[in-house]
């Protein structure tokens, strides 16, 4: 096979001219033409915003570009401080994580365990399971509210098929409506999760289960004495992963509720959101989104720090 | 526990699991198959009494999804080709060659991993308005380009760096130069991973919302999700439409997912397991 490869790279031996070009210099050509497409379109589509950003979060920003924007130093972090709606903001968004993060990891390895060493349907379950992760956002936050509607199916199964309450208006008290955007939070990501633990759980070498039992283990301990602790490394990063993920939650609350009613349900995003292209205040929403960058860097740093041993993960 | 009784209890919860999984589903394309009358109707019916496409009718024509759908295929492909061949040739650059800023351009790619996308929002917003790029496709495909540059990357260089360099280097002797190792041997042999970053970049750009929602204000530059959010948010009532575009929406997703399904796997594992 390899030998076949060769043969067929001889024929593809460049012009004659080419062969007088010094080795170095195709070198350095060619570093110049990999490279610099795509640190061009890096250099001007990211560093560049990330650094005007910056600035704009320093600046009291004028949209009118005949109105200087005036420099107001740490005025807009020293605002988002004394903003009672950036603290419930933030405190929705730590609360979206906090709760679906540990939701989205339980249910997958519960899943995922279950998939494990059953024969029959895997593709099938693995694919269902999956089906909420490859949805668009919108798609899935306007199904939600559908479902959860005053007269929706949920009210429905909850009233008139199991009998457990009166309908339930979701959407008009912030803890419901915070209630049904984590529901689908933890509904749209069990499946990403439960693919990656399920790969993860194959690498698992069937010998020592079977050690395990005839040392006397039942499925009980096996579970917390092996698969847990050889997951360990894949959980550290689906954890990193997820409560990025769980910090950035947006289109769900913009789409359910729009940070409505008065703002009880506003995410960090969803508010910077609305200062930026609602209220057209730049320089405090830019300030908003460097304050939930810096969160998560540093909140992803400690993780990794902390919870990783070196050379278990990528990144 | 005896092992009949263990395997049958696993079936009943996974079962139980594609209900809930299912169902909004199921429950999403009878609406859809309904007239507009029954979208309410109470008790709900997961199986519509006189199914009709009515609705996918007016939404690909009246509605425009028609129109939607062509600017999201248009945006999603030419970014996903353009990603895969930009990202391609700088991860091969960082897997094959030294050179000045290389380390240091490699930390900023990594760096990029980690900050939300929306960080950017505004100063993006002025850069295209600056730039004339607001209200173009173009706009989104540079963006969704430089989005998916570090990841795509990243599973690159680590695919790049097994290839074996002999093949490389018999080309070099025979005056052979990068671009044709590059374009004859390295991308022929990458396919497998070359498929997998295109995938994902292509569901990537074909769902993305936020960076569309901000950059396009005109009618007929929209793409899908920005159409269906539009659309529900002016109609909240119409819901069998909604879910009928919706439907439109979802599915090239569904079968490009269920064509291309080991893939999906590969790319999701490679990320957890380097």
């Known amino acids: 096979m390899k030998r076949g490869w060769k043969v067929a790279a001889r024929g593809l031996s460049s012009p004659f001219v080419f062969k007088f070009i010094s080795p170095s210099a195709k070198k350095k050509w060619a570093v110049f033409f990999f490279v610099f497409p795509g640190i061009a379109l890096f250099l001007l589509f990211w560093v560049y915003p990330i650094v005007k950003g910056f ?51 339980i249910c997958a390895l519960i899943v995922a365990v279950l998939l494990d060493r059953i024969k029959l ?36 199964l909850l009233t008139d098929l199991l009998h457990l309450m009166p309908p339930i ?12 955007i984590m529901l689908l939070g933890i509904w749209k990501g069990i499946g990403w999760s439960m ?45 990193v992963m997820l409560v990025i993920g769980g910090f950035n939650v947006f289109i769900s609350v913009q ?47 400690l993780q990794l720090k902390f919870l990783r041993k070196p050379t278990e993960m990528y990144y | 526990m005896k092992p009949m009784v263990w395997t049958a209890l696993k079936y009943v919860l996974l079962f139980l699991g594609v209900v809930i999984m299912a169902t909004p589903f199921v429950y999403m394309l009878s609406t859809s198959l309904k007239g507009p009358v029954y979208t309410f109707e109470y008790p709900p019916r997961l199986i519509p009494k006189e199914p009709t496409l009515s609705n996918f009718v007016e939404a690909w024509s009246t509605q425009n999804f028609g129109l939607y759908f062509r600017n999201s295929l248009i945006v999603a492909i030419t ?24 380390e240091f351009f490699f930390y900023v790619l990594l760096v990029a991993l980690m900050i939300p996308g929306m960080t950017l929002l505004i100063p993006q917003f002025l850069l295209a308005k600056t730039l004339g790029l607001r209200n173009s496709l173009w706009g989104l495909i540079l963006m969704y380009v430089t989005n ?16 074996p360099r002999d093949l490389e280097e018999s080309v070099l002797i025979d005056g052979g130069w990068y671009f044709t190792i590059f374009f004859r041997i390295v991308l022929p042999l990458s396919k497998p991973a070359l498929a997998t970053v295109s995938i994902f970049t292509f569901l990537f750009c074909w769902d993305e919302y936020i960076w569309a929602t901000v950059a ?9 999700p920005v159409a269906i959010a539009t659309f529900y948010t002016a109609h909240r009532t119409q819901w069998g439409l909604i879910f009928a575009a919706s439907l439109i929406a979802f599915t090239p997703v569904l079968i490009t997912y269920i064509a291309l399904q080991k893939y999906f796997i590969k790319g999701l594992t490679a990320g957890a397991f380097k």
């Open chain 1, 195 to 239: 693919v990656i633990f399920l790969a993860a759980l194959q690498t698992i070498p069937n010998e020592l289960y079977e050690a395990a039992r005839i040392d006397g283990a039942n499925a009980w301990h096996e579970f917390w004495r092996i698969t847990l602790p050889l997951l360990r490394p894949t959980m550290v990063f689906v954890l």
């Open chain 2, 79 to 102: 970014a996903t080709l353009l990603s895969a061949l930009l990202s391609a040739m700088l991860a091969y650059a960082f897997a094959r060659f030294d050179f000045k800023g290389k």
């Open chain 1, 121 to 156: 349907g895997r593709v099938f379950f693995r694919t269902v399971y999956y089906l909420p992760v490859i949805t668009s956002w919108v798609i899935v936050s306007v199904l939600f509210r559908y479902l959860f509607a005053e007269k929706g199916l949920i009210n429905y």
């Open chain 2, 216 to 224: 396009i204000d005109e009618v007929s530059k929209r793409t899908l």
């Open chain 1, 255 to 301: 789409l359910i509720t729009g940070g409505g009613p008065l703002n009880q349900t506003e995410v960090i995003l969803s508010y910077m959101y609305k200062n930026a292209f609602s209220f057209l205040d730049f320089g405090y929403a830019a300030s908003l989104s460097y304050l939930l960058a810096t969160l998560i860097f540093v909140i992803t740093l």
């Open chain 1, 55 to 105: 600035q704009i979060s320093f600046y009291k920003w004028s949209i009118n570009p005949n109105l200087p924007s005036i420099f107001i130093g740490l005025a807009n972090y020293q605002r988002a401080l004394r903003d009672p709606v950036f603290w419930l903001a933030l405190r929705n968004t730590v609360l979206y994580m906090a709760i679906t993060v540990p939701g989205q990891i």
């Open chain 1, 169 to 180: 208006p979701w959407f008009t008290k912030p803890g419901t409506a915070l209630t049904v």
């Open chain 2, 148 to 163: 998916n540059l570090s990841l795509n990357t990243f599973l690159l260089r680590g695919f790049f760096e097994q290839l």
